[in-house]
């Protein structure tokens, strides 16, 4: 197999939340030109939609799924309906996500949950439980988990959501040691910032824009594409002897 062919990703099944929109749809459509089919989870039929003709015009399948990942009871049942469509599962990407920005101690204890539920507990439960399925089937998986800078270093006003990312960590170094066995691999992007829904409150401070724009060597926001193209490579066998590691997409920040 050439360099090249190691990341195609025919015949595999994918799944991603948070698919509607944003970075989660860059990253199911990527991995459907790249020859997967996808199932797309979000809380918006609509967007779903959107997201499944785009992946159905790439020439591969895809299949919509409404979820909230907020209720972190229902995931494990989120994961065995996505299985049954086509059997099997080969890559998961939890990428669904909000955010809250405010002060340390403006912040309620039900906010805190519901950031920890979102961005830790249920991107968890969903890999556990098709992880489950992946060992019982031999499937040799691709967990590919949303880190953020925020993983690695400390930003003000969204401090539950840093929690939670650097959570995020912890998950892929013990899954990918647990699931090593198994052929599994267990990774997470790292990505900047974007220009996305969850960044436009922020950037219409231009204070704030100015500040993130001087923090990042490259002079500029990155692009949906450059997550999903660090997406499909840790979830092809380019990347089959790459685990527990978090790929910062971040235009040279952290290495700041």
Sequence with gaps: MSAVDRFR?????????GAGRGLGQGIAVALAEAGADVIVMSRTQSELDETAAIIESAGVKAHTLIADFSDVEQVAGHAGTAWQWQDRIDIVVPAAGMQ?????????????????????????????????????????GRHIFMGSLSSRIGLP???????????VTGLVHGLA???????????????????TALTKTLFADKARY???????????????????????????????YVSGECLAVDGGWLAS
């Design 157 to 167: 006003n969204v401090v539950p959501y840093g929690a939670a990312k650097s959570g």
């Design 210 to 240: 100015d500040w993130v724009m001087s923090r990042i060597p490259m002079g500029k926001l990155g692009d949906a594409e450059d997550v999903a193209a660090a997406c499909v490579y840790l979830a092809s066998d380019a990347a089959k």
């Design 9 to 17: 990703l025919d015949g595999k099944v994918a799944l991603v939340t």
């Design 177 to 195: 040691r647990e699931w090593a066995p198994h052929g599994i691999t267990v990774n997470a992007v790292l990505p900047g910032y974007f220009d």
């Design 100 to 140: 809250i920005r405010r002060l340390a101690h403006e912040f309620s204890a039900a906010e805190f949950r519901l950031m920890m539920d979102v961005h830790l507990a249920a991107p968890f439960l969903l890999s556990a439980a098709v992880g489950e399925k992946q060992i019982a089937a031999g499937i040799q």
